[in-house]
């Protein structure tokens, strides 16, 4: 994965109002201008404002193009890509097993016999959702042998 210093630049107000050409927006996010005419083609950019040579691109095109560079330099693909710039977040679909594939899971023990196995990734969970999950297991396990918390 390359580095890339300027995805995590903070911008002041008046970088924002920058107007770039597409030379400038595809040196600044090391984008080809094909890619970025098909980016826009498939809806994960937006159109320039204006067109033909009075065409030019604002700061917001600059950050739908690096966030898409970041996500797809880590792997993520396209379609995933378009949801995330959507604002839609829903649970990743499991990942289908290949050999060789690597698969995390926790198991908890809350008692002799009882173990609660969990694939945070494949349930959809975050990890503050998945600590809840677990104190209300061991909360209802606690009371179903009428022990004190």
């Known amino acids: 994965m390359q580095d890339h210093p300027h995805l ?5 107000p008046e970088a924002n ?4 050409s597409l030379d400038e927006l595809c040196t600044l996010s090391d984008t080809t201008k094909r890619t970025v005419r098909y980016y826009m083609q498939i809806g994960l950019v937006d159109a320039p404002i204006g067109s033909t ?3 030019h691109y604002l700061h917001q095109h600059l950050d739908q ?3 898409i560079r970041k996500l797809s330099d880590a792997g993520v693909s396209l379609e ?5 710039l959507s604002g839609d977040q829903p649970p990743l679909p499991p990942r289908r097993r290949q050999a060789g594939s690597v ?13 609660l196995e969990i694939s945070p990734e494949q349930a959809g ?9 677990v104190r209300t297991v061991m909360k209802a396990y606690q009371d179903l042998q009428g022990k004190p918390k």
């Not at 698969?103 to 173990?115: D, F, K, M, N, P």
């Open 8 to 12: 995590n630049q903070k911008t002041s």
């Open 17 to 20: 109002d920058r107007k770039f």
């Open 53 to 55: 040579k009075a065409a």
């Open 65 to 67: 193009l690096l966030t």
């Open 80 to 84: 995933r890509i378009r949801e995330v």
């Open 103 to 115: 698969e995390v899971r926790s198991h908890l023990h809350i008692a002799e016999g009882v173990v």
């Open 125 to 133: 969970l975050s990890p503050g959702q998945v600590r809840t999950l």
